[in-house]
């Protein structure tokens, strides 16, 4: 039995929206992860039970090889690819429903088609602060990942038993991916009971850790092996570790999206270390991973010092510049926030 969280007027409101439309198109951030892909295919097919024929998922960007196995994942729109296909579709819409981000930045060159959409825009997230460009917002950063907030919207509106094993796939393996397998940002008692009714529906929790967690290419072992034996940096006196990739580093071993997921929470494994970041150049910036254990504030760090935000152990942001100014700016936010003063 879950504790009825959700705000009862806007799952009527969301009821009366998802009854009067037609056409729906749901949109993830770019960069898309598991919750992102896990989230909206859960949606998806919640959608398609309810014979809403016209249903698409757009994502801005390409996602992770390891989540393409995903039942639906096919049917995927990349806007990076079908730019005009996926505008179209966004402007025709009904309803769009933007999951797994709080600002309209996140979708990145989407931004202007959801902004400019005369469809009735619904935001699904578990972030904080969420920005008010949606007609209708559900956000609950208490929720573990939005695919449990999928998985709760629902049972709020009465469906859960339509719910087939395809659905419960997709939001298991959200629930996984935004947790480090139940590791982090998951100890909640009803997390366990939806993980319970998942299982009910069909899916092979283990078979799904498997398929994401240990098919990988032989570059991706490589390049971890290196991140680990060349590129991490510690530092014992704060109880913290880093590590940097260039693009130069990481064309040099094929990288595809995903080839460094998870990266970032190797270092925790060292004994007294709380707090782990990862920093990966691309094109014009550098992209952020911050992880931590205990009550140290990944999200308080991200925000300060990088642009970002997240949950209290697991954020991310980015800095426009340089890979080695990103650097100065963590030793500097390191002193700021010194690890070593956190409670663990």
């Given at each position: 039995?879950?504790t009825k969280i959700l705000d009862?007027?806007?799952?009527?409101?969301?009821k009366?929206?998802?009854?009067k439309?037609?056409?729906?198109v749901?949109?993830?951030?770019?960069?898309?992860?598991?919750?992102?892909?896990g989230?909206?295919l859960?949606?998806?097919?919640y959608l398609?039970?309810?014979d809403?024929?016209d249903?698409k998922?757009?994502?801005?960007?390409?996602?992770p090889?390891?989540?393409?196995?995903?039942?639906?994942?096919r049917?995927?729109v990349?806007?990076?690819?079908?730019?005009?296909f996926a505008?179209r579709?966004?402007?025709?819409?009904?309803?769009?429903?933007?999951?797994d981000f709080n600002?309209?930045?996140?979708?990145?060159?989407?931004?202007s088609a959801v902004?400019s959409?005369?469809?009735v825009?619904?935001?699904?997230?578990?972030?904080l602060?969420?920005e008010p460009?949606c007609?209708l917002?559900?956000?609950?950063?208490?929720m573990?990942?939005t695919?449990e907030?999928v998985?709760?919207i629902?049972c709020?509106?009465?469906?859960v038993?339509?719910l087939?094993?395809?659905?419960?796939?997709?939001?298991?393996?959200?629930m996984?991916?935004d947790?480090g397998?139940?590791?982090y940002?998951?100890?909640?008692?009803?997390?366990?009971?939806?993980?319970?009714?998942?299982?009910?529906k069909?899916?092979?929790k283990d078979?799904?850790?498997?398929k994401?967690?240990?098919?990988?290419s032989?570059?991706r072992?490589?390049?971890m092996?290196?991140?680990?034996?060349k590129k991490?940096k510690?530092y014992p006196e704060m109880?913290?570790a880093?590590?940097?990739l260039s693009?130069?580093?990481l064309?040099?071993?094929?990288?595809?999206p995903?080839d460094?997921?998870?990266?970032v929470?190797?270092?925790?494994s060292i004994?007294?270390?709380?707090?782990?970041?990862?920093?990966r150049?691309?094109?014009?910036?550098?992209k952020?991973?911050?992880?931590s254990?205990?009550?140290f504030?990944?999200n308080k760090?991200?925000?300060e010092?990088?642009?970002?935000?997240?949950?209290?152990?697991?954020?991310?942001?980015?800095f426009h510049?340089?890979?080695?100014?990103a650097?100065?700016?963590?030793?500097?936010?390191l002193?700021?926030?010194?690890p070593?003063?956190?409670?663990?």
């Amino acid at each position: 039995m879950l504790t009825k969280i959700l705000d009862s007027d806007k799952i009527h409101k969301l009821k009366g929206i998802i009854d009067k439309g037609d056409k729906f198109v749901i949109v993830s951030h770019e960069l898309p992860d598991g919750d992102a892909i896990g989230s909206t295919l859960g949606l998806y097919h919640y959608l398609m039970s309810l014979d809403k024929e016209d249903v698409k998922v757009i994502v801005p960007t390409n996602f992770p090889d390891f989540l393409k196995w995903m039942p639906g994942a096919r049917e995927i729109v990349i806007h990076e690819r079908y730019s005009d296909f996926a505008a179209r579709l966004t402007a025709d819409a009904d309803v769009v429903f933007c999951l797994d981000f709080n600002a309209a930045k996140r979708v990145g060159k989407m931004m202007s088609a959801v902004i400019s959409s005369d469809a009735v825009k619904v935001m699904v997230d578990h972030h904080l602060e969420p920005e008010p460009f949606c007609d209708l917002t559900l956000s609950y950063p208490q929720m573990c990942s939005t695919s449990e907030l999928v998985f709760r919207i629902i049972c709020a509106l009465g469906d859960v038993d339509l719910l087939e094993r395809d659905a419960a796939e997709c939001l298991y393996t959200g629930m996984m991916t935004d947790t480090g397998s139940f590791s982090y940002n998951s100890n909640n008692a009803e997390i366990y009971n939806i993980v319970s009714e998942l299982i009910h529906k069909g899916i092979n929790k283990d078979e799904i850790y498997r398929k994401v967690y240990q098919v990988y290419s032989e570059n991706r072992l490589r390049l971890m092996g290196y991140v680990l034996y060349k590129k991490m940096k510690v530092y014992p006196e704060m109880n913290t570790a880093v590590f940097t990739l260039s693009q130069a580093e990481l064309n040099s071993f094929g990288y595809k999206p995903g080839d460094t997921e998870g990266f970032v929470n190797l270092p925790l494994s060292i004994e007294g270390i709380c707090f782990s970041c990862f920093l990966r150049e691309e094109t014009n910036l550098i992209k952020i991973s911050l992880r931590s254990t205990g009550t140290f504030p990944c999200n308080k760090f991200a925000t300060e010092f990088f642009n970002g935000g997240g949950h209290l152990n697991a954020s991310g942001g980015e800095f426009h510049g340089s890979l080695g100014g990103a650097c100065r700016v963590f030793e500097r936010g390191l002193k700021i926030m010194n690890p070593t003063n956190t409670p663990h």
